[in-house]
């Protein structure tokens, strides 16, 4: 895997020296601890891991941070137990792992918006960590879980204790939000190291927060010099990025894909940009040769660790990765979660409704007037609901099967309605349906006890794995990739502003417009309307079609009982596949691609 990062995390005991030996296959770096066995094993390029050392304690910062060795001995020779791990990264921008060896146990965690995650098994006797499943399934001998792989034919997401449902039986994700610690003896525990914000700052005061923060986050990114690239798109998420890079120590290289709809504005907003920003090298890839979306999905594909939407962009995202490598870009930026953190969420009319009703008045006729004007009483009635987590999540799983919700429907509730594709077999919604009784059974909390904020956290929990897996993927092409609103200390002054101000209706992203007033031009921030990639999206499955049909030929899915594959083909023959649902048939095609990947590597089972 040349280029990507991945590790493993082994306690310090005689287990986890023959844990380290089930392991060596797929290791290439290994850190001891102070007793001199294995700790960290895998693979890693330069400068992905800063390890100091106080005694016999032993600490690392894997990922993106600018911390320097002896920062990091300084901080650390103050910790004593591994309780205290968060003392070592205290104020410190970026997006990365944490790893902790004092007093014979290891702590490690990731991020809260899982752009990295944890993840462990047993191996040889021992409970090992890492920041990849598919490599502790491989050394572990697990087997593909198929009732976590049924639930996966479900909009990514939805469900956050789904998500994080490792698809190996056997190996097991720790929740973003909590941290994972070793002792000696072979046993873990999992602790809460991070818990979201009370969204109490006014726009002002969460304007200065998002600007401080998003800007160290992207400082991050530069800080090492050479030349990083960024996405210019137009929008306002990834304009924010690069008038940030810009003032950064790294040379800049922007890429902007034009749309093939003549409405779509983003191309004339990314040409405003690009021409107050003389600073940097603006490159626009032709339309003509830039792969369209489903080229390559096809594959074939090396090993995927888990199912993931990002494959319907796998050529593209390789034709972006060659032309910005040979630009000598070591890092590329995208604006991922700005939509995530600072746009209204349907949900918000439910806290309002209890914590502002008049305000929320007046928001519903606006939203009625809009668009998605649909019958006044289920609107009141979603409104008026009371239902708790638990509630929803057992109405979901009695109703997977049913109809399709009404295509006006915007879910003001828990989550989205979900439903089964019309082609998954009955065994398949039978074993979405035991996924979602064993995440009931668990007694599950929401993410944040308003709905909006809730929604926010899911939101930004889906974009963030959604991200790991790009990396994953362009890091294997050579150039990583990253999302600096993802970062942390970003999610966390973005969450902390009152969710009736952070998305306000009628406005177009106040809260990011408030905090780059001064760095992105006035002009630029007057925008008010969005690209719709729509038609790029159609244009590239009529190419592609065939490819896909493909897929659904012999197809493993249907092999494991999972789906009709007849009844596939025919939704993705359908002239108008909106109709039956464009977004499932993706959903599917990617558990697919990701079947036929593990069939592919001799590596994991």
Known sequence: M???????????????LAAAGALRPYVGEV?????????????????????????AARAAVIGRCPITVADLA?????????????????????????????GGRVRVR????ATRRVFHARVAGATVAASRSDILAAASGAEIDPEVLASRLLPPGAVYALEQRSVWRGVSSVSPDHCLVLDARGRHT?????????????????????RDALGAAVASCTAGGG???????????????????????????????????????????ARRAAAALPVAVHLSADPGLTPLSFAGMAGPHAALEEPGGWVRDAARLHDLAERMTARGSRLHLMGGGGDELFSPVPALLHDLVRSHPLLALRRLRAHRAGRRRGPLAPALRALADRGDYGTWLGSSAARL????????AASVGWGPELRMPPWATPEAVEAAREALVDALAAAPEPLSPQRAQHAALLYVRTGGN???????????AGLPYTAPFLDDAVVEAALSVRTHERGAQGRYKPLLRAAMAGIVPEPLLTRTTKGEYGVDVHTGLRRHRDDLLGLLDSSLLARRGLIDDDAARAALLDPHPAGTGLAPLIQTLTCEVWLRSQVASPKVR
Request: aromatic letters at 6%.
């Open 110 to 113: 990731g991020t809260a918006s």
């Open 190 to 210: 999992e602790h809460r190291w991070w818990s979201p914000p009370v969204p109490e700052l006014t726009l002002g005061q969460g304007a200065a927060a998002v």
């Open 466 to 476: 959604g991200l790991r897996q790009i990396d994953q993927a362009t890091s294997r």
């Open 31 to 55: 850190i001891v601890h102070g007793s001199g066995r294995p700790w960290l094993a895998g693979r890693w390029p330069a400068g992905q891991v800063t390890v100091a050392e106080a005694g």
């Open 2 to 16: 040349p280029g990507e990062v991945w590790f493993a995390v082994l306690p310090d005991s005689e287990a986890g």
């Open 227 to 269: 030349t990083v690239s960024a996405d210019l798109s137009g929008g306002l998420d990834s304009t924010s990025l690069c008038f940030l890079a810009a003032r950064g120590r790294a040379e800049l290289v922007t890429s902007h894909a034009p749309g093939l709809d003549p409405s779509n504005d983003d191309t004339t907003w």
């Open 74 to 102: 300084a901080r650390l020779a103050d910790i004593r137990e591994a309780e205290q791990a968060e003392r070592l990264v205290a104020g410190l921008a970026g997006s990365f792992h944490l790893v902790v060896s004092v």
């Open 401 to 408: 099967a049913a109809g399709p919700p009404p295509a006006t």
